[in-house]
């Protein structure tokens, strides 16, 4: 569904992708780890167009989308929730996620997207007024979550969605990804936490250094010697 | 002599008229520098060039009323559309290259915009000053012990009025949350779907449509000639600092404090004074309070 095809991107002089490829099925979790600095964040922000590659091309269900607009790319379904959450802090939370249904296929069906959301996250609704900025870092994700769902994704892509949570809403955050999953949203997930990472997505890729090393089922991946030694302590 | 008694045989309550000219002259102050905090709010950009706009006004006013005869008033119908649209011809011609550029060619950018439009309206209308005469700017009210005329009331009203509805609308609107939003973070507001090249564009043209109304608004309160805007946006910038940049409550209260320091330090020292007032005003809050009068409320305040 979402490919990417011999993605070099830089930063300036320093190169952060080599040629990276690879493919997001239709209503899978894809999940793309590796340690700090290996890309995957960047290989994110190639995909909703803040970076441009220099090389290679971003397609989706056959449509080239390396020339479109990273704002016209979300009307296309294609969503991001930023690392770090990025909410609009000074908004309440009911602003911030009509903020997400800003496309016009979104706004359409705000409201019933809404209730989706309310439903998925229950704490939202009881802190509709609350400014974003005061949530605790749980909250704030699932507002981050629940506002890229308003935008009506076809592909929902978290950058580090558990960085910085207490185990248990680690647990949370990855138990409403399989929710969002199980309801058919296709998502492409970049995670420090490899093995619960591998254990939720049916294929994953590894990124080493803006190289992609490994690439197969997760199941398959957790299974493999090179990524026990690298990244579960095995 | 003591001015209160050049206006005539009726008693005039001094304080109650320095009262009533401060709220009256800062509802005017306010609405020009709405415009001026708007567009540094979202855009971060501080446009020199906002008296130019509003001098561009006050022509607008003069030659509809020398021409046509029409009261400045019914101007305003045609200033707002107008100058919305020549906002957004200003952003796409001018702003547009320099939105993402440093601090420095931004601020030569638009002085050099503000040196352009002078000199413009000096080859077009000449130096020479014009006076807008409707006859509201004739019809003294006396009330409670004060003074004023109908234009400075009607100005207020309706600068207030603007004012108020550019609070609605970046509070309650959908565009207006949007702007908001692409002040506080930029790049979330993409990876939301929004273009923000056009939120600049629709930010800079309600900056220039508000302050050109305010220019139409007080053509019959002021004389009009080529650098008049210069000596609004002095005093807009001290409105914006004491409120806080890019805070639009911030700035409806900055105008009356400076509104209020200029009434009172015209009456009681000489109009010549007022200046004088406002920049040690302008220069202590820098010193004192650079986030402005209100504390520090920081980005809080961006766009609104």
């Known amino acids: ?234 | 002599m003591d001015p209160a008694r050049r206006l005539g045989r009726a008693q005039i309550d001094v304080f109650a008229q320095l009262g009533v000219s401060t709220i009256l002259l800062g509802g005017i102050y306010a609405l020009i520098a709405v415009g001026l905090t708007l567009i540094f709010g979202i855009m971060r950009v501080v446009n020199f060039a906002h008296g130019e706009f509003l001098m561009l006004g006050m022509y607008l006013g003069f030659w509809a009323f020398t021409l046509l005869s029409m009261d400045p008033w019914f101007v305003l119908f045609v200033s707002i559309p107008l100058f919305f649209g020549i906002g957004v011809l200003t952003y796409v011609l001018v702003m547009k290259g320099v939105i993402h550029a440093s601090h420095n060619v931004q601020i030569f950018t638009t002085v050099g915009l503000s040196t352009a439009l002078q000199n413009t309206a000096l080859v077009l209308w000449s130096g020479d000053f014009h006076t807008v005469r409707p006859w509201h700017a004739l019809r003294p009210i006396r009330m409670l012990g004060t003074a004023f005329n109908l234009s400075q009331v009607v100005a207020f009203v309706i600068a207030l009025t603007l004012t108020v509805l550019l609070f609605a609308f970046m509070r309650f609107t959908h565009t207006g949350r949007v702007m908001r939003a692409t002040a506080q973070d930029r790049d979330a507001a993409i990876l939301m779907g929004i273009d923000t090249d056009r939120v600049y564009r629709i930010t800079f043209a309600l900056g220039i449509a508000a302050v050109g109304a305010a220019g139409v608004l007080v053509s019959p309160l002021y004389a009009v000639y080529p650098t008049a805007g210069l000596q609004f946006v002095l005093l807009s910038y001290v409105v914006v600092v004491l409120g806080g940049l890019g805070d639009m409550v911030g700035a409806l209260i900055g105008s009356l404090i400076v509104a209020a320091v200029e009434v009172a330090g015209s009456y009681w020292f000489g109009t010549a004074w007022k200046e004088i007032f406002y920049f040690l005003l302008f220069i202590g809050v820098l010193v004192f309070r650079p986030a402005g009068l209100f504390g520090q409320r920081g980005a809080e305040n961006l766009g609104v």
């Open chain 1, 1 to 234: 569904m979402l490919r990417l095809e011999g993605i070099d991107a830089f930063y300036g002089d320093l190169q952060a992708l080599y040629d990276v490829s690879l493919e997001v099925e239709q209503g899978r979790v894809f999940a793309l780890v590796g340690a700090n600095a290996a890309g995957k964040s960047t290989t994110l922000r190639v995909i909703s167009g803040l970076v441009t590659p220099r090389r290679g091309r971003v397609v989706l269900d056959g449509q080239d989308l390396t020339t479109v607009p990273a704002h016209a790319r979300v009307d296309l379904g294609v969503v991001q929730v930023p690392e770090g959450r990025r909410l609009f802090p000074f908004m309440s939370v009911t602003e911030n996620l009509l903020l997400g249904a800003h496309t016009p296929r979104a706004r359409a069906e705000r409201d019933a997207t809404l209730k989706y959301v309310y439903t998925l996250f229950p704490v939202l609704a009881e802190r509709r007024g609350q400014l974003a900025g005061s949530l605790s870092g749980g909250e704030q994700q699932m507002c981050a979550i629940g506002r890229a769902l308003m935008a009506r994704p076809r592909v929902l892509m978290l950058d580090e969605p558990t960085l910085g949570l207490a185990p248990v809403l680690v647990k949370r955050i990855f138990d409403t990804v399989r929710t969002i999953n199980a309801d058919g949203m296709t998502i492409m997930l970049v995670e420090q936490n490899v093995r619960q990472a591998l254990t939720l997505a049916q294929r994953a890729a590894v990124l080493e250094s803006g190289h992609l090393v490994l690439h197969g089922q997760g199941a398959a991946l957790l299974a493999d010697e090179r990524l026990k030694r690298a990244y579960l302590g095995m």
